[in-house]
């Protein structure tokens, strides 16, 4: 069965510091790999996938992730956080092969001016 | 407007009582899958479907049904909800071959 861990509830960060959210995953083959914010009562929006190719991801609003088939994760970061970006972060895994998505438990990220 | 909507978005109901939660996008999109999203547990697919008259269970399809007669409807149904099924449910749909899905708003269910 396939899982994706996210280890820390939450994450708080000061304004313009680099945010990083730390996601894990276990998945047979290949995996398709993705990031998702969801802000206040709004539903999920979709940030940055992996499929293939560059190991590092550059997604919206300035988001990136880096690939490690070694350690199995699939990090998200931020250079410089801005408040706005303070959301709820989930990382999400499925094989290449198969249709089922797993999502982690969810991040959540205050960015305090 | 490309979007995905539910319907409703808030509903109360007692516990025995059949209810439909609607589906619908605009995108033209093949994939589409429902979710429940509980504290701590993030998200856990229910069913989803890879196109009309083709669905399939998620992790966590107990207690649910869902049919997919219209590509742009996937429509949500608990034919005898219970108090565990107490969540906030969500829509997705995608194109197969992009993998990434579009959200809906949501809908927060009470089963009394």
């Known amino acids: 069965a396939q899982s994706v861990a996210q280890p820390e509830d939450q994450v708080n960060v000061a304004e313009g510091n680099p945010l990083t959210v730390k996601c894990t995953y276990s998945?047979?083959?290949?995996?398709?790999l993705f990031w998702y914010v969801q802000y206040p009562n709004r539903g999920l929006q979709f940030l940055l996938k992996?499929?293939?190719?560059?190991?590092l991801v550059k997604g919206s609003y300035g988001f990136e992730a880096e690939f490690n088939k070694s350690q199995t994760s699939f990090h998200l970061k931020k250079p410089s956080a801005l408040v706005s970006d303070s959301a709820l972060y989930f990382c999400?895994?499925?094989?290449?092969?198969?249709?089922?998505?797993?999502f982690g438990g969810g991040t959540r990220v205050l960015v305090k001016p | 407007e490309a979007q995905v909507t539910q319907n409703p978005r808030y509903l109360i109901t007692v516990t025995g009582k059949k209810l439909t939660v609607t589906c619908s996008q605009n995108?033209?999109?093949?994939?589409m899958s429902w979710y429940r999203q509980d504290p701590g547990l993030g998200l856990r697919q229910i069913y989803y479907?890879?196109?009309?008259?083709?669905?399939d269970k998620g992790d966590v399809p107990e207690g649910y049904k869902v049919s997919r007669k219209e590509k742009r409807n996937f429509p949500l149904i608990l034919e005898s909800p219970s108090p565990n099924q107490t969540s906030l449910y969500f829509c997705?749909?995608?194109?197969?071959?992009?993998?990434?899905?579009?959200f809906g708003p949501g809908t927060r269910l009470t089963v009394t």
């Open positions: 997705a749909s995608g194109y197969v071959r992009n993998y990434e899905q579009y």
């Open positions: 998945v047979s083959g290949n995996p398709y």
């Open positions: 992996y499929i293939t190719g560059d190991n």
């Open positions: 999400a895994a499925r094989r290449a092969a198969g249709n089922k998505l797993t």
């Open positions: 995108m033209n999109h093949e994939y």
């Open positions: 479907s890879m196109n009309v008259e083709v669905t």
